[in-house]
């Protein structure tokens, strides 16, 4: 499946801001929860309606509706949480997940700690989120958490995304959905992401 990059200027405006190394812990926070949220609405042209009839105060006619209880929000701890909430405040019938992951600092191999889920996820609509795609790491990892769990139907959101990261993805998860704000050059020898944001969960949660 393709990678779709967002395109839109407020989302690119909003990333431009959260990249600044000056942007302090609590507006960072606030932008990483905006863009997710604009960015499921960018997603959302691919999510299923259905029309039902309702009455307006003047009269009944159909309109669409999303079941919005058929969504799994899954944030890949500790960053993902910041766009798990902007993802929610979009779809807050939405059931939510975890999955906690850190990376290595030495090898940057994924280190998994938590995960629970909603009961049964099999015919769900899971996406997954986490500001950054690196190494592709993390993100494999928590999708086959979920393939695990029988979900077939699976979105990957990200802010900002290596190209090394997303050919993981696409070799090892052909079926998933990456969504992202911008694919940026590459990974430094830390496996950071230049231009990249720097560290997203730090600078998140004021840990720097
Ligand atoms: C960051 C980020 C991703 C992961 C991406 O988390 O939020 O989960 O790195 O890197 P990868 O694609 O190379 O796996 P980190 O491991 O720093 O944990 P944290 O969110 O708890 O800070
Ligand atoms: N994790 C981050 O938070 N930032 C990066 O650039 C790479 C992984």
């Known amino acids: 499946m393709p ?6 200027p407020i989302v690119k405006h909003k990333l431009t801001q ?12 606030e932008l990483v929860k905006e863009i997710a949220a604009l960015m499921i609405y960018e997603i959302g042209e691919n999510f299923p309606s259905r029309e039902v009839e309702i009455e307006t105060p003047l009269q009944k006619c159909k309109a669409p509706v999303i079941d919005e209880e058929n969504f799994v929000i899954v944030p890949v701890l ?19 997940g ?12 994924p280190v998994e700690y938590y995960s629970k889920f909603p009961p049964d996820i099999s015919e769900k609509i899971i996406l997954i989120t986490d500001p950054m795609l690196a190494t592709g790491g993390s993100a494999s990892d928590a999708i086959r958490l979920v393939k695990d769990k029988g979900a077939k139907k699976i979105f990957f959101l990200c802010i900002v995304s ?13 079926d998933v959905e990456i969504y ?10 830390n496996c950071y992401i230049l231009p990249g944001l720097g560290d997203a969960g730090d600078r998140i949660f004021g840990t720097l």
């Open 180 to 189: 992202t704000a911008s694919i940026d050059e590459g990974l430094n020898e």
């Open 18 to 29: 959260l990249r600044r190394k000056e942007t302090p812990s609590k507006i960072f926070r």
């Open 162 to 174: 290596a190209p090394e990261g997303i050919k993981k993805i696409e070799e090892e998860h052909p």
């Open 78 to 96: 500790r960053a993902g949480l910041a766009t798990a909430e902007g993802a929610a405040q979009i779809l807050p019938g939405a059931s939510i």
């Open 98 to 109: 975890h999955v906690g992951m850190y990376r290595d600092e030495e090898t940057h191999q």
């Open 3 to 8: 990678v779709h990059e967002i395109k839109n």
